[in-house]
Antibody
């Protein structure tokens, strides 16, 4: 079955750029939607955005000015870049697959399953 | 954006009891596009329910979901020791996708 694994630096300095990668195994990245979701320690879940394998994206307006999600179908990977980070961006970052919804008119990412195990990113000088 | 409010914040119950968790949306959720997840300490969330009432693959039938519009419920008929965890609802009918703040089910 499909499995996801996040990778990237665990420590980022304030004002710098957070970069993470999610590697998909056990299946193709093509044909699906792929999301990033984060969870500050001890808090709830926040959806960051998703990308379709074709490269079309949809972001949370709260992060729109700072976030970019990209896909590399040749490597079965997708990535997250978050610029100008602050301590408020400290969180566990998860990647997940979004089920494709029918008759959706372009905004087609449904429930999230499966999820990666998550990676903690701490923003600190 | 659709705000999801879960109640109660914490539910204290004994194994074998029934758990009823609520998720209320600030406006109607399109096409019952609502999911429930379970999260245990140190683990990623796990999908339990999608489409408000459909169980995900491998989820025991003691878990059930119901509701439509703005009011949704997750029920656990008889709590097993492994069911004590945090539960989140999530809507995927509109953007941005949003989650509730979570309900913790703890052992009484």
């Amino acid at each position: 079955q499909v499995q996801l694994q996040e990778s990237g630096p665990g420590l980022v300095k304030p004002s710098e750029t957070l970069s993470l990668r999610c590697t998909v195994s056990g299946g193709s990245i093509s044909g699906s939607y792929w999301s990033w979701i984060r969870q500050p320690p001890g808090k709830g879940l926040e959806w960051i955005g998703y990308i379709y394998y074709t490269g079309s994206t949809h972001y949370n307006p709260s992060l729109l000015s700072r976030v970019t999600i990209s896909v590399d179908t040749s490597k079965n990977q997708f990535s997250l870049r978050l610029t100008s980070v602050t301590t408020a961006d400290t969180a566990i970052y998860y990647c997940a697959r979004g089920e494709t919804l029918p008759y959706c008119g372009g905004d087609c990412s449904g429930w999230f399953d499966p999820w990666g195990q998550g990676t903690l990113v701490t923003v600190s000088s | 954006e659709i705000v999801l409010t879960q109640s109660p914040g914490t539910l204290s119950l004994s194994p074998g009891e029934r758990a009823t968790l609520s998720c209320r949306a600030s406006r109607s959720v399109t096409s019952t596009y609502l999911a429930w997840y379970q999260q245990k300490p140190g683990q990623a969330p796990r999908l339990l329910i999608y489409g408000a009432s459909s169980r995900a693959t491998g989820i025991p039938d003691r878990f059930s979901g119901s509701g439509s519009g703005t009011d949704f419920t997750l029920s656990i008929s008889r709590l097993e020791p492994e069911d004590f965890a945090v539960y989140y609802c999530q809507q995927y009918g509109s953007s941005p996708r949003t989650f509730g703040q979570g309900t913790r089910v703890e052992i009484k």
